[in-house]
């Protein structure tokens, strides 16, 4: 069965650091690969996905994530953090009807000053 | 153009009670997808309707039940409510029958809790 797992439940850093968000997967077959945010109180917006194109694959608000099956990991990075990227990111898998996603545990980014 | 929106944002029942969450899909969109997430976790995959049919089923009890109107918008129902049923429920609209190239758009969800 498909499974993600996101290691470290928060991870804080800097404004002006780097960002790294780590996602490990499990999948029977070539996947679909996805990263959501969440902040407080609303529902999931998409950064980015992988649907077997580019490897790198580049999102929305300067993230990106690199797919690398021989790892099979997809973790997000963002050269510089902002206040604004405090959030809870969730890595998400396809299963393998490629119908629904398989979701992570989250990771907490906290952003000081 | 209007998102996904849900309704209501907020639910209190009681143990053994029924409650009905509604969604309202983003226009043009014929496929929703219901999702659970308890505290601290990811959300998790209840089921999805194509069209007006359940299109897929995660793992809950037939107690976990829904509805897509010809309009698109969704029910999802729960019967014989339990503690652990407290959760907040978000759903997910888009377009294609679920092919997960095509984005899913989620709403705000809603929180519900169950004393």
């Known amino acids: 069965a498909q499974s993600v797992t996101q290691l470290g439940s928060h991870v804080s850093v800097s404004e002006g650091a780097l960002v790294l968000l780590r996602c490990n997967y499990s999948?029977?077959?070539?996947?679909?690969l996805f990263w959501y945010v969440q902040y407080p109180n609303q529902g999931l917006q998409l950064l980015l996905k992988y649907t077997s194109a580019a490897t790198l694959v580049k999102g929305i608000n300067g993230f990106e994530a690199e797919f690398k099956k021989s790892e099979t990991s997809f973790h997000l990075t963002k050269p510089s953090a902002h206040m604004s990227d405090a959030a809870e990111y969730f890595c998400?898998?396809?299963?393998?009807?490629?119908?629904?996603?398989?979701f992570g545990t989250g990771t907490r980014l906290l952003v000081s000053p | 153009e209007t998102g996904v929106t849900q309704s209501p944002t907020h639910l209190i029942k009681t143990r053994g009670q029924q409650v009905t969450l509604r969604c309202s899909s983003q226009?043009?969109?014929?496929?929703v997808s219901w999702y659970q997430q308890a505290l601290g976790q990811g959300p998790q995959f209840i089921f999805q309707?194509?069209?007006?049919?359940?299109?897929g089923r995660g793992n809950f009890p037939p107690r976990f039940s829904g509805l897509q109107f010809p309009n698109y918008s969704s029910e999802l129902n729960v019967n014989a409510l339990e503690l652990d049923d407290s959760a907040l429920y978000l759903c997910a609209s888009s377009l294609g029958g679920g092919d997960l190239r095509d984005e899913q758009f989620f709403g705000p969800g809603t929180r519900l809790t169950v004393l």
């Open positions: 998400a898998v396809s299963d393998e009807g490629f119908q629904k996603l398989v």
């Open positions: 999948s029977s077959v070539p996947p679909y």
């Open positions: 226009s043009g969109h014929n496929t």
């Open positions: 309707y194509y069209r007006e049919e359940e299109n």
